[in-house]
């Protein structure tokens, strides 16, 4: 999960509370910054197809693709996931499917 | 005990930026401020100044040195005039709105064209909404004292603002005159280290600067950079009345001349104000209640002491060495005005534009001045508000 931030901008931060000159206080902030809502087509992970060979997870260019402690892919991250597509070319075992957006 | 010379306005602003030894300066030569960073390569290759001088191949990238080193954490000077000035224009409101506080001497000469290398402020006056800090002055002793305060005024928490220090090109820059030198150690003492809380050469707080500002947060830090520029009115004042303690010369964000009583009055920026005191005396000796105002701070702009400033005299003349093409009047002119609008009610301002160019502008063409202004208290009429000074009709 995020470490603790120093600042936190939010779409709610006053001009008073904003950092000097729009600088970024803390590293790794993207996580803040929910990009989910841009998607057009979304990925769908179907876990019985999957063989775990996690060829999917190196290429999402949004970290999207959440590996648990005991080192399997669980399901993706749609708050982050864009839907670019790129896991579903990837995966040699259809084990993606692409759908519209709702 | 202070250190007594005689030296030109780039020779003395050379000398303060040698006094301030500041961490980086990136410079590129332009007329007629080519002198600063010359001298100041000089005490670089004698070894007087620990700073790291960064010979760019323009105005657009001296900016842009300069802005990546204050944002490294580097105390950062530089000097330009006119043209280079203008190339410099993008990264000025970078600068600014980075809130870098980068010092930049600026030797006012014409903006072309036609091209002409003297003296006018079309080239400073373009940059008055570009959000730096300005201060002006008429000799090389204040153009010696501003570059020194302008360090501590920029880098205050306050403020976090560039600052241009502004003389005139060749009348101050090049004339050599008596000045009263601030020691070293002291001027050392005085502008302290640079200590910014966030800049990026800093390992144990790693920061971005400069990133995408969007709808969501652009118009927060525009709304922040301007409370900063309010906050510098204050801070000039304090780091003034510290500078006075030091060196026993008073700087405000104006200087009154003869104003107590004076029924009218002319407001001038730079090296002009001298030849106006000139009148203003020879007016007093004949019993005719003259006034000037010089004007050190533009940016932020003083509006409100303007206005009481100005409240008492009957008629007023603002000059400016700038035209805006605005076909209303010149960019002090439309400042004096909107300050008194509101609060000073009565008084009648007339507007000169002067001295484009370099035209010299005489005592004769300050006493026309002082008639017309004379003429619209006996009358009550203004004939025109909107004129120039010393162009041939
Ligand atoms: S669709 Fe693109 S962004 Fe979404 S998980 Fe797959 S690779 Fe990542
Ligand atoms: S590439 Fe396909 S099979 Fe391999 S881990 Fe990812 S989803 Fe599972």
């Known amino acids: ?6 600042v936190v901008v939010t779409p709610e931060t006053t001009w008073k509370e904003t950092t000097p000159g729009g600088i970024i206080i803390d590293a790794g902030n993207a996580e803040d910054f929910k990009t ?14 999957c063989k775990q060979c996690l060829l999917c997870y190196p290429v999402c260019p949004d970290t999207s693709i959440l590996i648990n402690e005991e080192g399997k892919r669980v399901d993706f991250d749609y708050d982050h996931c864009k ?9 040699p075992f259809d084990a993606i499917d692409f759908v519209e957006e709702e | 005990m202070a250190i007594r010379d005689r030296l030109s306005g780039n020779e003395a602003v050379a000398v303060a930026m040698k006094q301030i030894n500041p961490d980086v300066v990136a410079a590129f030569p332009i007329t007629p401020s080519t002198e600063v960073p010359q001298y100041f390569s000089s005490f670089v290759s ?3 100044v620990d700073t790291e001088f960064v010979p760019v191949e323009s105005e657009h990238s001296a900016m842009s040195a300069c802005i990546g080193a204050q944002a490294a954490g580097a105390r950062t000077i530089t000097a330009t005039s006119a043209n280079g000035l203008a190339l410099m224009w993008e990264m000025l409101y970078i600068a600014a709105s980075s809130r870098l506080p980068v010092t930049l001497a600026v030797v006012n000469r014409a903006l072309s064209g036609p091209i002409n290398i003297h003296n006018d402020h079309s080239d400073s006056m373009g940059a008055r909404d570009s959000g730096w800090i300005q201060l002006y002055g008429e000799t090389n002793q204040e153009a010696y004292d501003n570059l020194i ?10 403020v976090m603002l560039p600052v241009m220090c502004c003389y005139d090109g060749f009348i101050t820059s090049h004339a050599v005159e008596n000045i009263e030198l601030v020691e070293d150690e002291k001027v050392k003492e005085f502008v302290g280290d640079y200590k910014p809380e966030h ?3 800093n390992a144990a707080n790693p920061v971005a600067m400069g990133p995408l500002d969007l709808q969501n947060h652009y118009f927060e830090h525009k709304r922040q950079q301007a409370e900063a520029m309010k906050n510098a009115k204050k801070v000039i004042l304090e780091i003034a009345a510290e500078y006075e303690k030091l060196t026993g010369r008073k700087y405000g964000l104006f200087e009154e001349y003869k104003m107590d009583d004076a029924e009218v009055a002319v407001v001038v920026i730079n090296s002009t ?8 005396d020879q007016l007093r000796e004949k019993g005719v209640k003259a006034g000037l105002i010089k004007i050190r701070v533009y940016r932020p702009f003083p509006v409100e002491e303007i206005a009481a400033a100005l409240s008492k005299c009957k008629a007023v003349a603002v000059m400016d060495k700038a035209d805006s093409f605005n076909a209303a009047g010149g960019p002090l002119f439309t400042d004096i005005t909107s300050a008194l609008y509101g609060r000073v009610d009565g008084v009648k301002v007339i507007n000169y534009i002067y001295g484009l160019g ?4 005489k005592t004769d063409d300050i006493e026309v001045v002082y008639n017309e202004l004379l003429e619209i208290v006996k009358t009550g009429q203004v004939k025109s508000v909107y004129n120039y000074l010393g162009v041939r009709e």
């Open chain 1, 1 to 6: 999960m995020s470490k603790e931030r120093k």
């Open chain 2, 199 to 201: 800049y990026l050469n």
């Open chain 2, 46 to 48: 004698d070894g007087k």
């Open chain 2, 358 to 361: 370099g035209r010299d502008v």
């Open chain 1, 83 to 91: 839907g670019c597509g790129v896991c579903v070319e990837v995966c």
């Open chain 1, 36 to 49: 989910g809502d841009w998607r057009s087509m979304k990925p769908i992970w179907l876990q019985d197809k």
């Open chain 2, 273 to 280: 104000a001298g030849t106006a005191k000139y009148v203003v």
């Open chain 2, 149 to 158: 305060q302008a360090i501590r005024i920029g880098e205050h928490p306050d």
